[in-house]
């Protein structure tokens, strides 16, 4: 059997129970789910599929993709989901480096791809295109194709923002335990009903939502994309709802949020961090403090907020029961004291294989004793709750000192009229690197340089503070709500459109 989908199958409820329902309508019940992707799974081995190739996807999110994924665990392959939002010069390096068997793209797309190295199948945001009439056809029953718990189920590539973009290998066990603990942690059963609104090339919303709502036999209300209106029309019939902090943010702006969620069990926040003033003005709108978790594409969740007890904001929480965490010295690998700040390590079930093709990344990503490197730098108190402070990319080395962004954004976001910011690290002959900030005013507040470097006078010491400051409309994120830095840094490396103080 194929592991991952005979654990999902064996935690289904009746065949008969609801499992997914549309914006437009379309339901299918666990029952549907069963035969559908057996459907798929018998198209991807018509065409050729055998187990351990890789099936690359790169369509808008629909019910179908989600069977296609389905379907490609039972037919053995390994599923590697693409960004829609990719050009097709992007695609050509996975492509190039994944080798796969097939690519299914949408049919707008489809002349494009076919210079690509690949056969290539289509399949549009209504379910419909050549690989569906495959499927349709292929209709029936399927044996699923025997894949253990340590092969290989999925491929999702990082974002490349250090050098070229890095396969993590994720195997069904890494994939089912995480959803298994996740379930049990927040309290997931066959009652629930998830408003599903993220896309589905990304760990949060293919493989956390998707498998913690149908490891606990829970129904997906599916929705093409974020759209506030909608998720507030479709609260009173949910009880969770995951999403990125930019949702939240929206959903504040909406009249009529505390009557929509008052019926809700449980808002889960993740992808990017979450700011503090965020957190508390949601659990005033609305009575309920969003549950702010910790994860990454090579480790899929790796700490939570408690579902029962306060949730800190800006803090991520404490490790997963079955995760191991330490904070540690970067250089050496040993463990800090409480209260420092340190790298990120853990080890546990949900820990990726390594990375595609790059043994020596993967050596690199890895103490001699097992633990994943993460990248991130946080800090644990004396319970273990952790709390975020930045990437180690982006530590500021100025004058040889160590400066976290975290904290010097944390200091700016406090000041009257800021919304966010981010701060950076950029080139400087003297200090090697200059703290640079790009500062986000609320709606209505006018703010300038100077006044917010007086505001920062008494709360960071001189080295800390920034040496330019910019003000901007918004800041650049991902898909994810993850402000895009480099974009930053980038930016301000060609032009001079900022202020110095």
């Known amino acids: 059997m194929s592991y991952l989908f005979d ?10 129970r609801p499992a997914i329902e549309t914006a437009d309508g379309c339901h299918l019940s666990y029952g549907d789910i069963v035969a559908q992707s057996a459907a798929w799974a018998r198209a991807l081995v018509a065409l050729g599929v055998r187990p351990g190739d890789r099936v690359a996807v790169q369509v808008e999110k629909s019910v179908a993709a989600l069977l296609l994924y389905l379907g490609s665990l039972r037919a053995g392959a390994v599923f590697l989901p693409l960004n829609p939002a990719y050009t097709t010069s992007e695609v050509g390096y996975f492509i190039a480096d994944a080798e796969p068997r ?39 029953g399927f044996a699923d194709i025997p894949r ?11 974002s490349g923002t250090t050098g070229r973009a890095k396969g993590a290998m994720l195997s069904p066990g890494n994939l089912a335990a995480n959803a298994r603990t996740l379930v049990d942690l927040w309290r997931f059963t066959a009652g629930d009903v998830l408003l599903h609104a ?14 913690v709502a149908l490891l606990a036999g829970a129904r997906l209300l599916w929705l093409p994309r974020f759209d506030p209106a909608a998720i507030l029309r479709l609260m009173p019939r949910a009880t969770t709802l ?22 809700m069990r449980l808002f889960i926040s993740g992808s990017a961090p979450l700011l503090a003033d965020s957190h508390r003005a949601f659990a005033a709108a609305t009575g309920h403090q969003i549950l702010e978790r910790y994860g990454m594409t090579e480790t899929g969740m790796i700490t939570s907020n408690p579902y029962d007890g306060p949730r800190r904001p800006g803090w991520v929480g404490p490790a997963l029961p079955d995760v191991v965490l330490r904070v540690s010295d970067p250089e050496t690998g040993r463990p800090v004291p409480p209260g420092q700040t340190g790298m990120v390590e853990l080890r546990g079930p949900n820990v990726f294989k390594g990375y595609w093709r790059q043994p020596d990344k993967t050596a690199e990503a890895f103490r001699p004793d097992g633990f994943f490197i993460t990248g991130d730098l946080g800090r644990c108190d004396d319970t273990g709750c952790l709390q975020i402070v930045g990437r180690a990319r982006d530590l500021i ?32 002959p003297d200090l090697g ?11 209505g507040a006018t703010l300038d340089p100077a006044t ?13 503070q920034p040496r330019r400051i910019v003000i901007a409309d918004r800041l650049p994120r991902n898909t994810m709500g993850k402000v895009q830095k480099a974009v930053l840094r980038a930016a301000w490396g060609k032009v001079a459109d900022y202020s110095d103080v």
């Open 7 to 16: 654990q999902i199958r064996q935690s289904m409820p009746a065949a008969g």
């Open 102 to 140: 097939l690519l299914v793209v949408d049919p707008g797309r489809a002349a494009a791809a076919a210079a690509l190295p690949c056969p290539v199948a289509t399949l549009d945001a209504d379910g419909r295109g050549s690989l569906a009439d495959l499927a349709q056809a292929a209709a029936g």
């Open 148 to 158: 253990g718990p340590d092969e290989l189920a999925a491929i999702l590539y990082t």
């Open 198 to 211: 993220l896309p589905v090339f990304h760990v949060h919303g293919l493989f956390i939502a998707c498998h």
């Open 242 to 263: 995951m999403g990125v902090p930019t949702f939240y943010t929206r959903l504040l702006d909406q009249p009529g949020l505390a009557a929509a969620a008052a019926g």
């Open 397 to 428: 080395i100025s004058g040889g000192l160590n400066i976290y962004p975290k904290e010097v954004e944390e200091a700016i976001d406090a000041l009257p009229g800021v919304l966010e910011s981010a701060v950076i690290g950029l080139p400087d």
């Open 433 to 443: 690197e200059q703290v640079a900030a790009v500062v986000v005013p609320r709606p």
């Open 452 to 464: 917010l470097l007086a505001g920062l006078h008494d709360r960071l010491a001189r080295f800390k």
